[in-house]
Every structure is written in C-alpha cells, then in structure tokens.
C-alpha cells in the first residue's frame, strides 16, 4: 500500500505580483477563513519522488511531473493524503501512460478540464478519494454558469417559438369568428374587446412584431455574458 498525495498551490504564475498578491488573498479568504475555495493548482505524488498533473501546450502532452512542492509556477500551500493505493508501480507507470496520451496539452480548458480534473482523474483510477471540493469549487462554478447559460438561450428560443405559435392559432381562430360565426355584442366575453376583426388585425400585428425579435443567435449572445468568456489558461509548461 503506497500513499497518494495531493500538493496543492495558490496559483501565482500572472506576471504581476500585484495580481498574484490578489490571489494569494482571495484563497485566504475563501478558502481559510470561509472554506469554499480559491485558485489553486494541484498535482499528484504516489511512488517516488515526484508528482504529477496537467497544464496547457501547444503539441504532445499535456501531463508532466516535477518534484514534490517545487512546482516553481506557483507557491506552494499544502499536501493532503488522499488515500492509499494498492496499485504496484507498474500499474501506476501504465495508467499514467495511458493519462498521457488521452490528455493532450491543448485540450486544456481552465473550467472544463484543468489539473484539478486530471488529479481527479487519476486518483479515481488509483482508486482513492477524488480532491477535496474546494480545491476545484471556482471552476465547477464556472460549469454551471455556462451550463445556466444555455439553458437560459433554449428557453428564449422556446419562448419565441410558442409565442408566434399561439398568436398565428389565435388569429386564424378569430378570423374565422369574424368571418363566419355570428357575436353576441352583449356577451362578456366580448365586453369592451372589440370587435373580432379589430382582434384578428391586434394578433397579425403581433405575428409580425413577434417576428422582428432578436435572432435566436442574438438571444444567445445575450445569454451567454459567462465566464465562458473567459477561457485564457492560467497554466502552462
């Protein structure tokens, strides 16, 4: 049985210490004094002295391996033991051969598939508890904005759709009233209506108005002001 550790860093990698003194920040108080959670960067140990995880490239991989709490991008913050593994070395070297290949350095995504994803990844098939939540909670909050997004644009889409459809239902019923069907003028229903001609006219008029609405490509960009804007990975080799 071999532990599994999880190292954990505030990622500081900006370029501005301004910047990466904000961060540093932002995790003290997320994540030590509230506990939901920062920006960080993880990476996994088991078996000698190395740990391993994942970040952008232009070509090959995007695993890579460094060692132990000297990952020198960022600064180091904690080490968490995970579990232990039964797995023998071999298995563990061929698992992360296979991670190697199935994570590519460009297929990085900072909120769908991060170092945080592939450490999960792998400690599932090391057969150990995935990380913490914290850990990745600012990305999965980032999915499910984007997920509330498209969500929101579908039902824009589907709002407009049964809109001009009831209106086009609802003038072709009134035509018909107008034309062939004798009213009632003292019927409540009709009561301070007007007359079904004037209402067949309202409803081809809001057939068309309906009809001038935003595209539905227009209603998704208006939908989508998410964070899915914002896909400039913070990690790279």
């Known amino acids: 049985m071999m532990d599994v550790i999880l190292h954990v860093y505030d990622v500081t990698n900006s370029g501005s210490d301004k910047t990466n003194n904000t961060i540093t920040q932002i995790n003290k108080i997320f994540k030590d004094r509230i506990g939901l959670g920062g920006i960080f960067h993880s990476a996994v140990q088991v078996y000698g ?3 391993w995880s994942f970040g952008f490239c232009e070509n090959d991989t995007g695993v890579f391996s460094c060692p132990p709490t000297k990952n020198p991008m ?3 913050r904690e080490r968490i033991i995970l579990g232990k593994t039964d797995l023998p070395v071999f298995k563990v070297n061929q698992i992360l051969r296979e991670l190697s290949r199935e994570w590519p350095g ?3 995504d900072l909120l769908a598939k991060n170092c945080n994803h592939f450490c999960d990844e792998f400690c599932e098939r090391l057969g150990v508890p995935k990380l913490p939540a914290w850990v990745n909670r600012f990305a999965h909050a ?3 904005a984007m997920e509330a ?4 644009a579908l039902r824009l889409r589907q709002a407009k759709t049964e809109i001009i459809s009831a209106s086009k239902v609802a003038y072709r019923f009134l035509a018909g009233v107008g034309s062939n069907t004798p009213v009632n003028p003292d019927s409540p229903s009709n009561s301070n209506r007007g007359s079904p001609r004037f209402q067949a006219s309202w ?3 809001l057939v068309s108005s309906v009809g001038n609405k935003p595209s539905d490509s227009e209603l998704e960009d208006q939908a989508e002001g998410t964070p899915q804007q914002q896909k400039q990975p913070i990690e790279q080799l």
């Open 203 to 205: 409803f081809r008029n």
């Open 74 to 76: 960022y600064t180091y």
């Open 149 to 152: 997004a498209g969500n929101t």
């Open 49 to 51: 002295n190395e740990e």
């Open 106 to 108: 460009n297929s990085y």
């Open 142 to 144: 980032g999915d499910a």
